[in-house]
């Protein structure tokens, strides 16, 4: 069956960096766009990034571009999420997600897998 595995959640300073992985099995990786979302304790899931199949492609929700980088590693059947000049504001928990769809999904309801999630947090 599908597993999608995050790692690299942690505890960081406001203005620090993080980065999550996400190891997918089950499915051809190749084949899946692939996303992060996260969600924070009394608010519905949101999107942070997407990168398309083929990694040509990727798209950023407002609140991160320009700080969180999202790229894969085909090799590694591996998504990453480089999250840099970190605020308390993206203190959540950080799903990734699979999609059967090249393009870099920005919507829940375009994925098809989730991880079970890594938990972030930025002090101030």
């Known amino acids: 069956q599908v597993q999608l595995v995050e790692s690299g959640g942690g505890l960081v300073q406001a203005g620090g960096s993080l980065r999550l992985s996400c190891t997918a099995s089950?499915?051809?990786?190749?084949?899946?766009?692939m996303g992060w979302f996260r969600q924070s304790p009394g608010k519905e899931r949101e999107f942070v990034a997407a990168?398309?199949?083929?990694?040509?492609?990727?798209d950023y929700s407002d609140s991160v571009k320009g700080r969180f980088t999202i790229s894969r590693d085909t090799a590694k059947n591996t998504i990453y999420l480089q999250m840099n000049s970190l605020k308390s504001e993206d203190t959540a928990v950080y799903y990734c997600?699979?999609?059967?769809?090249?393009?870099?999904?920005?919507?829940?309801?375009?994925?098809?897998?989730w991880g079970q999630g890594t938990q972030v947090t930025v002090s101030s």
């Open positions: 990168i398309s199949s083929n990694g040509a492609g990727t």
């Open positions: 997600s699979a999609a059967r769809f090249a393009g870099a999904a920005r919507f829940t309801s375009q994925y098809d897998y």
């Open positions: 089950g499915l051809t990786f190749s084949g899946y766009g």
